[in-house]
């Protein structure tokens, strides 16, 4: 099976609230579908959950304890230190799945109830493999504007002292981030950008493009697939509870390499380029940034 990249995703409410099992393990799912995904990390109950799949994904495990693999001897490991859980994780031949840490603009005033605090929260920052998602909203968010730039300001700063490329979030804030991101020497992930205006200038910095299913319904990403150059442009899911969101429908993890794969055929039809070529594109663009 190809391997497909999911550069931005989440882990799903109803995982989070599931007892972890080796059998409905989401993020074990995703890699049983040859899906690679970037999960962001928003608080430490995430993580926890990260990288207890990572433990447990090991074929003989998860074929010898499918109904009652305990992991709370993983779990207190994790509170322990995160330099252990990495070596623990390569020891048990983890299969590829990266990790982002971020705070989430949503969630700006609320730093330390996310990260308990500033330190625990660098210290994620410093073994991820992404800074995100992060930056500003002046839609969803209810989170005055001032404090979100502050936070997201503190996390680039982090982003530059640890040379991490950064997942950006910009919903009606575009020229605002614009104008603070060009401060710094960085490597930039655009996710779910919803505006016709400054996609060259985003462009001219280097950054990338994160297309989801919203392509199907959304005229301004449509748009943006015609204008951004192949080269430039990854796929997403950003999570479970997203796509329901938008699709108002129930979604199963199971279908999510389908919902990946339609994207590709959509960007390939938009940008009339065979699919396969999209396809091979696209994760030679997901190869780089991961290897940078």
């Known amino acids: 099976?190809?391997?497909?990249?999911?550069?931005?995703?989440?882990i799903s409410k109803k995982a989070l609230t599931c007892k972890c099992k080796c059998n409905d393990n989401e993020i074990v799912s995703y890699i049983d579908q040859g899906i690679v995904p970037i999960i962001n990390i928003q608080n430490l109950e995430e993580f926890k959950y990260y990288k207890t799949a990572e433990c447990i994904y090991d074929r003989e495990v998860l074929n010898s304890n499918k109904e009652n693999f305990n992991c709370n001897i993983l779990i207190y490991r994790i509170e322990d230190s995160v330099e252990a859980i990495e070596k623990l994780a390569e020891e048990h031949g983890m299969s590829d799945a990266y990790f982002s840490v971020g705070v989430h603009p949503f969630h700006a005033d609320q730093v330390k109830g996310s990260f308990a605090n500033l330190s625990a929260f660098e210290s994620l920052v410093k073994n991820a493999d992404f800074v995100g998602e992060i930056g500003m909203d002046n839609c969803w968010?209810?989170?005055?504007i001032l404090v979100q730039k502050d936070v997201f300001e503190k996390c680039l700063i982090l982003a530059d002292k640890y040379n991490k490329k950064v997942i950006l979030h910009t919903k009606n804030m575009e020229k605002e981030i614009l104008d603070v991101i060009k401060k710094y020497e960085l490597t930039y992930i655009v996710h779910w950008y919803d505006c016709e205006d400054y996609i060259q200038e985003y462009?001219?910095?280097g950054s990338y493009f994160t297309i989801g299913p919203a392509v199907f319904t959304n005229e301004k990403i449509v748009k943006l697939v015609e204008k951004c150059p192949i080269d430039k442009l990854l796929i997403e899911t950003d999570g479970i509870d997203a796509i329901e969101w938008l699709k108002n429908e129930k979604i199963e993890v199971t279908d999510i390499r389908g919902i990946l794969e339609?994207?590709?055929?959509?960007?390939?039809?938009?940008k009339k380029i065979d699919k396969d070529k999209v396809y091979d594109q696209i994760n030679d663009n997901s190869v780089k940034l991961l290897k940078l």
């Not at 968010?141 to 005055?144: E, F, N, P, Y």
């Not at 339609?262 to 938009?270: D, L, N």
């Open 203 to 205: 462009l001219d910095l």
């Open 141 to 144: 968010s209810k989170a005055d």
């Open 262 to 270: 339609s994207v590709i055929e959509k960007i390939s039809q938009i």
């Open 1 to 10: 099976m190809k391997k497909i990249y999911d550069f931005h995703t989440h």
